[in-house]
């Protein structure tokens, strides 16, 4: 039998005929392992979306729902619970938790904090949450936001501001009547500027890479002039003639370069 196990608590039953108290849910093979816990210092509005979103996909019967997040639920929030009707169910328990949970704000608070949410490093799935979470708060606080249209044109405008410079400048070319349809672009605006920079970035690369010898992969070194040139000038005393033999010149400031070589080394010889 499959169960479903709430996060640092005992697993959940929903059978009856089991010893459990707490019901077992039948799981889809531990795909989305387990439940977040609650406890009334965590964002509720968050918290019951991420829930309702886990309930959805593996299909939880209301009962179940109800049953999940009573156990999901721990320190006051779990004792806040404990005081509601056995029977209550999913939506009552919910609305019950917002109710208690849920810190209220001003009017404008609740707008700054809508005007003030920024994709940042967030992909932009986690960072349209974000925007709703924060239009969910105001429409708390105004009842005006709550109609389609004015609430529409409001999460829009603030998920366009707050999206990366690049992006904002090409969503702002277009107009979108729901937020989803605004997403929809902004991630292929993404995948575009994305393969955009890697097409860059490769062309920076290959001009700026050095030429490489075929055998090595290493740049032949550019001689300029001699090779030992980068030695510095040699000393007078060090250097040889090899027309006379003497130290201090080269052959072109010889004395004796009008005379045959064995003269010159006679010379030479006859100094030494």
């Known amino acids: 039998m499959q169960t479903l196990t ?4 005992p697993p959940v039953s929903l059978y009856p005929s ?24 965590e964002n509720v509005i968050r918290f019951t979306r991420e829930f309702e979103t886990r309930a959805k996909a593996e299909a939880w019967t209301p009962e179940q729902q109800a049953a999940i997040l009573r156990c999901a639920c721990s320190g006051p929030a779990a004792a806040f619970l404990e005081a509601e009707d056995d ?10 938790l917002h109710e208690r949970f849920h810190y209220k704000v001003s009017q404008q608070e609740a707008y700054s904090r809508l005007c003030n949410v920024k994709q940042g490093s967030s992909k932009i799935s986690d960072y349209a949450l974000r925007v709703e979470e924060a239009a969910a708060e105001l429409g708390e606080v105004v009842s ?15 998920f366009v501001d707050g999206l990366h410079p690049e ?28 393969a955009t920079s890697t097409q860059s970035k490769k062309l920076v690369h290959s001009v700026e890479s050095p030429k490489t010898s075929s055998t ?21 005393e060090k250097v040889m003639c090899y ?14 370069a009008h005379e045959s070589v064995e003269e010159a080394r006679a010379h030479g010889a006859a100094k030494n």
């Open 216 to 236: 090595n992969g290493m740049q032949k070194p550019k001689w300029k002039g001699r090779p030992n040139s980068g030695a510095g000038p040699r000393k007078p």
């Open 6 to 9: 709430v996060q640092d608590g």
């Open 87 to 96: 029977d209550a169910d999913y939506n009552t328990l919910k609305e019950k």
């Open 167 to 194: 992006l904002r400048k090409m969503l702002l070319l277009h107009e979108f009547k729901t937020l989803s349809d605004c997403i929809s672009m902004a991630l292929r605006a993404e995948t575009v500027i994305r």
């Open 144 to 158: 005006e936001f709550r109609s389609t249209a004015s609430r529409a044109n409001i999460v829009i405008s603030s």
């Open 243 to 256: 027309h006379c033999q003497e130290p201090g010149h080269f052959r072109p400031d010889c004395p004796y």
């Open 18 to 41: 089991t010893p459990v108290p707490t019901p077992i849910v039948p799981v889809m093979g531990g795909l989305f392992g387990r439940v977040n816990r609650f406890t009334g210092k």
